[in-house]
């Protein structure tokens, strides 16, 4: 069992208190997972030349400042830095796969969460509400964003098993379910040079989408491949830069319930994460039907 | 008016109202027991066996009225997953849409979602009659054995797949038929159970309108020629 919340703000209030929302649709949805659990929030873009890119360290006191004053001095380019904890975020212009590079040389405990003009991603393990209060998601703002609560059922409890999962740029995955053949597909992929950080099943799916999308396939072809290729029960729920994405497999034995309201869209697992959204009464409330494709634009 | 018990599930606890449900019904001498901000909480009123009336003013969650015997129980909203689960008499209404496995094993009583329910209603029901006024998801009434499933909508894929001796009446299209279920001939019989059953559950449909889906009992008997496709 697992948690999935998402949230599209239609509105400029509820943008700039679009954590305030998310938090307790993620707090109520602790009761599905106290493994771990992640967030993703995309905010308007950055200068289209530069990157926000998150950065996860196992070390809660780690020195930001003084890998945020080497990397400016190694990539000869400014670098916004913003840290909380084992958290940060760097905007570059510099190219991602150089800083990528460039940090697995410098520190190779650090793990790159997302890369994107508008994702930022926080996750780690323990209780969501602790997770959620240390990272401060109540002040967050933007556009949408997507959490989960994670129970493990396949792989390792560990901050990289966590989700949102992300492969590219400004596209990330969470997932309540289990796939039956993330291995053989993921074989499949490595062989087509698409590399892995872990063995869990969801990061399959997520580099599987972002593969075909890398390939020319839109989300939507991405998915009616992945209703294909991918064996087994998921709910999930994608966030591009101006999109929220969800489909469900075709036995859609793992929940989901959306709410559209002029002012939001809403997902999540059950109604109860939900129910305190601002005028939810007169919202259209669904289930997603098996196997149909539902996306909302910001 | 006397002989009504309210519970704010913003104040208190499920726990709190399933005890009283349970334990303090008779004692109070309540006959209407009405619940506000259900706000999609989980079991509510489930186990409950007493003639009482339940009105949950708003959305429930997960197992609404499972295991319920006697009471009366009306959701003014949707209700989630497994509603009025393994129910052994009385009825639980819900006043909107209804999650998957609506019904699922109940041995009896009735069962009405005014709106759509979603996939596997009536799964392994066991003699609970069930209507619904609008649609049903797919694999409803999977492993049916003994009851009556009234579908005023459209049925989804593999409608009564593997079903028992539970009849399915649909009104509307079928997107398909599981393994082994067959339509049949709707006789008067039928129609006066159908007009019966919409008459219990107040929705105004003309029976002669539905199919009868029941079991071809082709799985009755191990069939070894079959070579495992059914």
Known sequence: MCGI??????????????????????????????????????SDGIDAQARRIS??????????????????????????????????????????????????????????????????????????????????FARLKGTHAVAHTRMATESAVTPAHSHPYTAGEDFCLIHNGSLSNPHSLRRKLQKRGVRFETDNDTETACRFLEWRMREGATLEAALQEGLRMLDGFYTLLMATRDRLVLVRDAFACKPAVVAEHPAYVAVASEYRSLAHLPDVKSAKVFEPQPEEIYAWRV | MAGVVTFDLAKQAVRDLNQFLHHDLSRNGAMEVRVLNPNGRHSIAVGVDAPVQVEVMGEAGYYLGGMNKQARIIVHGNAGWSVAENIMSGTVRVKGCASECAAASGHGGL????????????????????????????????????????????????????????????????????????????????CATVAELLKKAGIAADPKAFKRIASGKTLYHWNVEANQEY
């Not at chain 1, 510099?94 to 003009?117: F, I, M, Q, T």
């Not at chain 2, 009564?160 to 539970?166: I, N, P, Q, R």
């Open chain 1, 5 to 42: 919340v998402g949230l599209l703000a239609r509105k400029e209030d509820l943008r700039e208190r679009l954590g305030e929302w998310v938090l307790p649709m993620l707090a109520c949805m602790a009761d599905r997972g106290t493994d771990s659990a992640g967030l993703a929030v995309f």
């Open chain 1, 55 to 136: 950065l996860y360290s196992p070390d809660r006191k780690y020195d930001w400042e003084a890998l945020a004053k080497a990397l400016r001095e190694a990539v000869r380019t400014d670098v916004a830095l913003r840290a909380v904890e084992n958290h940060a975020a760097l905007v570059t212009a510099a190219a991602p796969a150089a800083v990528a590079e460039w940090l697995e040389k410098r520190d190779p405990s650090l793990r790159v969460l997302s890369v994107g003009r508008s994702i930022e991603v926080y996750k780690d393990v323990g209780h969501p509400n602790e997770t959620a209060s240390r990272y401060g």
């Open chain 2, 111 to 190: 069962v009405v979602i005014e709106g759509d329910a979603s996939s596997r209603c009536g799964i392994s029901m066991k003699g609970v009659d069930i209507v619904v006024g609008g649609d049903v998801g797919h694999m409803s009434a999977f492993m049916a054995q003994a009851g009556r499933l009234v579908v005023c909508g459209n049925a989804g894929a593999a409608l009564g797949d593997s079903v028992y001796e539970a009849v399915v009446y649909v009104r509307g299209s079928i997107h398909s038929l599981g393994a082994d279920a067959r339509r049949e001939e709707m006789t008067d019989k039928d």
